[in-house]
């Protein structure tokens, strides 16, 4: 059996930086909060859990005092800010960059919407932590929308200003905009209110797909590591799933049925922005445990 990890899969480096931050202090300090799991991958947590890493969620940022709490590179909204300067919590702020940026610029975007009359809309999942974080910079006013099926939530005839939550799928944004354009059209006739679209989507997951798709096309079966929780997960593994129909998506070595391999087939061992490289070995390993592999 041929096995190959693609070496392109694992963390972005907005994953990087934080995991980087925390386990800094974790060898200095031995215990640091982290608000929300670090990242979307449920072994990399139990790593760094192990380490002294522990997980709170808003509630318990609530009853901390005089302490120092992470922000991962998800983000946080604004009320997370306010809560920590009142208990005099200090927080190591690991939101990545281009998150940090995109909450800077849709601020300033409802701003200049609000004295239009316009909306600022999201592409993205209502729950996901970097779309709260989002819509916290628009007093929660921002319309999210998952997809096309979403679009009658807007009113067609003020302005609008779209962007995209960073791991959501380019082609679905671009029919978006197309299809925002359209019913702008159709709603108003010959008289135009402006339509904006900032495209948002970060690239190091957008260009995933393509590198994806050629690692999984000459596999014979593709296995796909991510934890369970993770949306860029789940839409990087229906792209592997898309081009190579045997691809099977674990989270630990554990899940793997051997039945689903022949002892000559070369398989392909492929992950989300959030799955570590160590895992992807560990996947590896298990494999030749039982088969004879190259
Ligand atoms: S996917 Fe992009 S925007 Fe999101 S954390 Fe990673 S580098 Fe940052």
């Known amino acids: ?47 760094l859990t192990e380490m002294g890493l522990e997980v709170i969620d808003h509630e318990k940022l609530k009853q ?7 922000i991962r590179a998800h983000g946080e909204p604004t009320e997370t800010y306010k809560i920590a300067y009142e208990n005099n919590i200090k927080l190591i702020d690991a939101s990545c960059p281009v998150v940090l940026r995109l909450q ?39 319309i999210v929308i998952q997809g096309l099926d979403d679009l009658d939530n807007i009113d067609f005839t003020r302005p609008v200003a779209l962007f995209a939550q960073t ?32 495209d948002t989507i970060c690239r190091q997951v957008s260009h995933r797909d393509r590198e994806l798709q050629t690692f999984c096309k000459d596999k014979d079966v593709v296995l796909f590591v991510s934890g369970k929780k993770s949306s860029n997960g789940k839409m990087l593994y229906g792209v592997c799933k898309q081009v190579n129909p045997n691809t099977y998506f674990i989270s630990s070595p554990e899940e793997i049925d051997f039945s689903w391999f022949r002892p000559d087939d070369t398989v392909g061992i492929c992950g989300a922005t959030s799955t570590p490289q160590w895992l992807m070995q560990k996947v590896k390993d298990y494999l030749a445990q039982k088969f004879e592999i190259e």
């Open 1 to 47: 059996m041929k096995v190959r990890i693609d070496i392109q899969s694992g963390f972005c480096f907005g994953v990087v930086y934080a995991i980087n931050k925390a386990e800094s202090i974790l060898r200095e300090q031995g215990h640091l909060y982290v608000l929300g799991d670090i990242v979307h991958n449920e072994q990399e947590v139990k790593r």
């Open 64 to 70: 901390l005092k005089d302490t120092q709490v992470l």
């Open 104 to 142: 800077n610029q849709i601020r300033q975007v409802y701003l200049d919407m609000k004295e239009q009359g316009g909306q600022v809309v999201i592409f993205g999942k209502p729950n996901h932590p970097e779309v709260i974080g989002l819509r916290s910079q628009t007093n929660y006013e921002a």
């Open 167 to 198: 791991t959501k799928n380019l082609k679905l944004f671009y029919q978006i905009v197309s299809e925002i354009g359209k019913r702008m059209k159709i709603a108003l006739g010959k008289e135009q209110v402006p339509f904006k679209y900032y």
